[in-house]
């Protein structure tokens, strides 16, 4: 345990101290929850724009989700191996999953003040959801799968790829891919070729979820709280995290 609270310790100062990591972590999302309903929203009746703005705001918390585990811990984990973090405790006996889930702790607790802050900002800004706590807690639980898809990418990223501009970069633009395939472009606008997609990947299946028990079934454009839907989205998150993990033991933690 003392491993874990170590690397969980230092990895949430060193996103609470960061304010490029902030800034680049918060940023982007917190401008989409501003301006996309003044660019796409102004021709809707003001009745469903509360809606409207609860959708948008689902999908920038989602979005921050994303860039916390695929660009934040995978950016922190090659900057630490830069600067010869892993040379320093290749000799001690320390255990490679342990220090990492004290990292995904910190992330995982970076991205709850992520999702309180931009909930914040999306009902200051009008936004409207209806839930009640059964609602919530599938909501979360979803969430916790997206965060968990997410840190797997991450992980394999930073197992792979050399150089935190690189690593970040990817992580962001990767993080934006996704978002544009069922998140950002509802799931009803996308080709069917895409919707078959958006249905598959489990961080856009498992944002459906959420749109669909914290503001409306017809929003989402199917059903998925199937059994199948659900089932796919777990099994495959949990397979990016465990890919991520063993990538991460037995070669991120090897690299010089």
């Known amino acids: 345990m003392n491993q874990i609270y170590a690397a969980y310790n230092r990895s949430l100062k060193e996103y609470l101290r960061g304010k490029a990591i902030i800034g680049s972590t918060f940023g982007i999302p917190v401008l989409f929850i501003l301006i996309l ?31 916390i585990g695929q660009s934040n811990l995978s950016g922190s984990i090659v900057a630490d191996r830069e600067r010869g973090l892993y040379r320093k405790i290749s000799s001690l006996p320390l255990n490679p999953v342990k220090e990492v889930l004290g990292r995904i702790f910190a992330s995982l607790i970076f991205s709850f003040i992520g999702i309180a802050f931009l909930s914040l900002v999306g009902v200051i800004y009008g936004a409207k959801f209806t839930f009640n706590i059964v609602e919530l807690v599938i909501a979360f639980f979803f969430l916790l799968l997206i965060f968990i898809a997410s840190t797997g990418i991450g992980l394999i990223i930073s197992s792979t790829i050399n150089g935190e ?62 059994f199948v839907q659900i089932m796919l989205s777990i099994m495959l998150s949990t397979l990016l995290l465990g890919i991520g993990l063993i990538l991460y033991s037995n070669v991120a933690w090897r690299k010089r």
């Open 37 to 67: 309903p003044v660019v796409f929203f102004g021709d809707v009746p003001g009745e469903f724009l509360p809606t409207l703005k609860g959708i948008n705001t689902l999908a920038q918390i989602t979005l921050t989700v994303m860039i």
């Open 165 to 226: 501009s690189a690593v970040t970069h990817l992580g962001i633009g990767f993080s934006l891919l996704l978002f544009f395939i069922g998140i950002g472009i509802p799931y009803t606008q996308l080709p069917s070729e895409l919707q078959v997609i958006s249905r598959i990947i489990p961080l856009t299946a498992a944002y459906a979820p959420i749109v669909y028990v914290l503001e409306s079934p017809e929003v989402v454009g199917y059903n998925p709280l199937t």
